[in-house]
């Protein structure tokens, strides 16, 4: 179908570049469970949502990325899931979910339940999806997660028993609620490789609140109502949606002025969002975010890294420090975003428990600000030749427009110290997702979209030894640090922890933070109702016109 001739004539909805890591958008219909009526006012229509974020893979196993998450909450059922405008955990597909000893953790599901191509779920759908996520690992998967399941075991076909390694666990019932969390059809879903987009459409294997029945890869996306969908949402009150890809955000904007879609969310500029602010036909949302933005070095082929000619750990610390001495986030925030990003100097981010600023006094001026002198000085106590050659890599089309403006920001900011020079180059995210994990690039800009509502969400995926980074980043002593304050039940202990781990990593600097962002919508009259919610996920169902 045509997008330009089915979707005429619509303003809809559109999600800026303000950090808008996830939303939830709902309908007439209302929200939480209810998800045994008959739906509500269907337009008779679909809706038409754009976007310019790509998916890695349709298979939860395979993919960590907003893209593919993007999708994949749509189609794929949770046991447990945070409610509209909360960052409690509360049932989904499940009956019940709650700790049963210190390290069980128990869920119940409703008996008859059906994937939407009429094969049972059951239990042992639920112990295939986790076992299969932690034997295929895949690099760019989000199996780290999982570091404290130990095993899955089901009594019946709707009784499942997490047993978790360690007692107390803080963050399990979150996890649960993001991408490992997915459950798949374990009649469709290989046991031990990711299984291909098209099996997976062509299998209908599908449990959540729509199906997929139209699938061109990063093209189009048809989406139809779930018949067998039971869960925390409503029953979407339209008729389907047809997602759509954009290569460019320009073209994504215009869409949206000519109303050529419904909803457009990640990635229009700030400029765009700005200009489309002035248009009475839509209107700015606001709300919670939590997206940061980063460069991740890599231990191994960063210069001075441990597979490189000159190898030596303390030269190398020295180039990761003084790239943070000398970056101006200040500067970027300013001149590329306009204010709408802002600096950050820690891990975790301003707004949950436990942020701090643990960079800001360990390097640059102290108070934020680039220091040339202090980078120098870092550089030739080490024994560091200057300039120092750095291949940098940034991907355009994932993490919006404005990437290309950021990293030749950062780019002269190295260079103009002129004690580095920079070798800037750009991949678009398919390859780019697989060349990351592959030690192509020395070091490269990530952003991160936080898969559930606490400090943790910031720390265990990055800072393990096996992390989503894939970095060769290890450190025994900030891995029993995380590890702890998962399982503190303290609050006040708990949050001292998470400073503490900050400012660790911010001594080892794995990764360099640079920006953190809020959550924005631009939102028209042929949408009903726009919510933005603490949960981080964007959700069609039961967004309605």
Known sequence: ????????????????????????????????GGGNDDGGNASGEPLIVGTTDKVTTLDPAGSYDNGSLAVQTQVFPYLVNTDYNSTDVVPDLAESAEFTSDTEYTVKLPAGLKWSNGHDLTSSDVKFSFDRNLKIADPNGASSLLYNLDSVETPDDTTVVFHLKTANDQVFPFILTSFPGAIVDEEVFSADAVTPDKDIVDADAFG???SITSWDFNKTVEFTPNKNYKGLLDKPVNDGVILSYFAESSNLKLAVQEGDVDVAYRSLSATDVDDLSKNDKVKVVDGPGGEIRYIVFNFNTQPYGATTAEADPAKALAVRQAVADLVDRQAISEQVYKGTYTPLYSYVPEGFAGATDALKGLYGDGNGGPDVDKAKATLESAGVTTPVALSLQYSPDHYGPSSGDEYALVKSQLEESGLFTVDLKSTEWVQYSKDRTADVYPAYQLGWFPDYSDADNYLTPFFLTDNFLGNHFSDEQTEQMILDQAVNPDPAARTKEIEDIQARVAELLSTVPLLQGAQAAVAGTGVDGVILDASFKFRFAPLTK
């Open 1 to 32: 179908m045509s997008l330009h001739h089915s979707a005429r004539g619509r303003i809809g909805l559109a999600i800026g570049a303000f950090g808008a890591s996830a939303l939830l958008l709902a309908g007439c219909a209302g929200g939480g």
């Open 208 to 210: 959540g609140p729509y």
